[in-house]
């Protein structure tokens, strides 16, 4: 299958930096207009919109991720060969010889150095089934 640029999209986590910006900015925004920007700093009312967008993405975005996981071709077994969609190894096929279930995430064989720095290791949303 090639590679959509969806399916970079979501490799390059997009989808989460862009909840995180635009809930620091709506919250920001609105919490300035209702109270008005000498009641409470400027600075406080992002840092808050900043974290209540952190927490809210741990629930909106892992469902996202999880059906986007599974239109990559997840889940990835030992054996399975795979295309990286992120990195220095973006475009590279290689098959994969190691699944951390616990993790969610999985090794892929790109060579002893990357074995041995532990560089290749890859979630599901970072490859796509060949």
Wanted: proline share 5%.
């Amino acid at each position: 299958m090639q590679p959509t640029r969806l399916h970079y999209f979501f490799a390059q986590d997009w989808p989460f930096t862009i909840w995180i910006a635009a809930f620091t900015i709506a919250f920001s925004a609105g919490a300035i207009r209702l109270f008005g920007p000498a009641v409470i700093g400027v600075a406080a009312v992002t840092l808050i919109g900043l974290l209540v967008g952190f927490l809210t993405s741990l629930v909106v975005l892992p469902p996202l991720y999880r059906y986007r996981a599974r239109i990559n071709g997840a889940p990835f077994r030992k054996g399975d060969t795979v295309r990286i969609l992120r990195g220095r190894h973006r475009g590279t096929v290689a098959e994969v010889y190691e699944v951390w279930h616990e993790r969610g995430q999985f090794r892929v064989d790109l060579g002893e150095a990357a074995r041995k720095e532990v560089k290749d290791v890859f979630t599901a949303t970072d490859v796509l089934r060949e």
